[in-house]
């Protein structure tokens, strides 16, 4: 079975900073895209960044300038670092892997971690 683990999450005072992490048991990991998403209560789930086989990267707009992901494809994990949290960035994180071509397609999502920003 594929698993994705996130951990990191956790209560943060308003421009405190947070780190999340991802494991990934996926066998080709190094193929998959990787992103984060949120989802906040009475809201949809929506996308954070992403970041390709590659290493290309792209974030919303909310969150340019204060979050980076990165990747470790020797260790099966994906990172995301959140500088100056927001309470708007109140949301449970989710870690995902994505692969669609000719030859495969697959989405996984991993069960989320809670990020609380309050004062």
């Known amino acids: 079975q594929v698993q994705l683990v996130e951990s990191g999450g956790g209560l943060v005072q308003p421009g405190g900073s947070l780190r999340l992490s991802c494991a990934a048991s996926?066998?080709?990991?190094?193929?998959?895209?990787m992103g984060w998403y949120r989802q906040a209560p009475g809201k949809e789930r929506e996308l954070v960044t992403t970041?390709?086989?590659?290493?290309?990267?792209r974030y919303a707009d909310s969150v340019k300038g204060r979050f980076t992901i990165s990747r470790d494809n020797a260790n099966r994990m994906v990172y995301l670092q959140m500088n100056d949290l927001k309470p708007e960035d109140s949301a449970v994180y989710y870690c995902?892997?994505?692969?669609?071509?000719?030859?495969?397609?697959?989405?996984?999502w991993g069960q989320g971690t809670q990020v609380t920003v309050s004062s």
């Open positions: 995902n892997a994505y692969i669609g071509n000719s030859r495969r397609e697959r989405d996984y």
């Open positions: 996926l066998s080709i990991f190094s193929i998959y895209s």
């Open positions: 970041i390709t086989s590659g290493g290309s990267t």
